[in-house]
């Protein structure tokens, strides 16, 4: 099992790690990284990994079976290698103040409209969700992303540990999405923004909503009778 210092510390930049292993000579699985892998509608983290003067970039990150793989541009690197993993920060760092920024304007969404949230994809310049949901205007959008915009100008912690399952799951609204949730896990991570929504989630989040700044809808599109998609993005 990979460990992934992000689920802890979100603002870990750089790490030392191993090698643990090596596959088709561009497939590296490391004892411990900084890379978040693609899952939970959050995409995979870019940078490098570095062996003394030597650079390798990390073109995919991906988990599989608690092992998290980085995908690199060349081979070189083999078994007992000790590597630095270097986070392209700026691209990290953007999709942190999103996923915080989709957690406020979601909750608030649902819990004003009563709508449900069917999909939700991060990427690097948007964010897309989906909503069952009927009388869905623009109007109404522009409404709960004043009311995010509001919440982003205030000083509000979000904060991330982990809970025993059967704890966890007393909360009320704590799973969004079940069939997100790995299956089978003792502890649930919780990210709790205060006072505005608690969930169980694996990605990376800012520490205050005031990191946000301020997001726009750019887009809002009909999908069907329930099925409302819209689009946000950091202004
Ligand atoms: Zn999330």
Not at 208 to 226: D, P
Request: hydrophobic share 40%; with cysteine; charged share 30%.
């Amino acid at each position: 099992m990979t460990k992934m210092l992000f689920l802890d510390d979100s603002y870990l930049k750089e790490c030392n790690a191993t090698v643990v292993s090596v596959k088709d000579s561009k497939y590296v699985v490391l004892d411990q990284t900084v890379f978040y892998p693609k899952g939970g509608g959050q995409p995979w983290d870019t940078g490098k990994l570095m062996k003394d003067a030597q650079e390798f970039e990390v073109v995919y990150v991906g988990k599989f079976s608690g092992e998290v793989s980085h995908e690199v541009d060349r081979p070189g690197l083999k078994e007992g290698d000790r590597v630095r993993c270097v986070l392209d920060w700026d691209h990290r760092y953007k999709l942190m103040r999103s996923h915080t920024a989709a957690h406020v304007f979601a909750s608030l969404l649902c819990v004003g409209t009563g709508a449900l949230v069917t999909g939700n994809q991060l990427e690097s310049d948007h964010v897309r969700f989906d909503f069952n949901f009927e009388n869905f205007g623009r109007g109404v959008l522009e409404e709960y992303v004043a009311k995010a915009n509001a919440l982003f100008s205030k000083d509000i912690p979000v904060k991330w540990y982990q809970l025993p399952k059967e704890e966890a799951l007393k909360i009320p609204g704590i799973i969004k999405m079940a069939e997100a949730l790995p299956p089978d896990v003792p502890m649930l991570r919780i990210v709790e923004i205060v006072g505005v929504d608690k969930q169980a989630d694996g990605g990376t989040h800012v520490r205050n909503l005031k990191e946000v700044g301020q997001i726009e809808l750019t887009k809002t599109e009909s999908k069907g009778k329930n099925n409302k998609r819209v689009y946000f993005r950091l202004a």
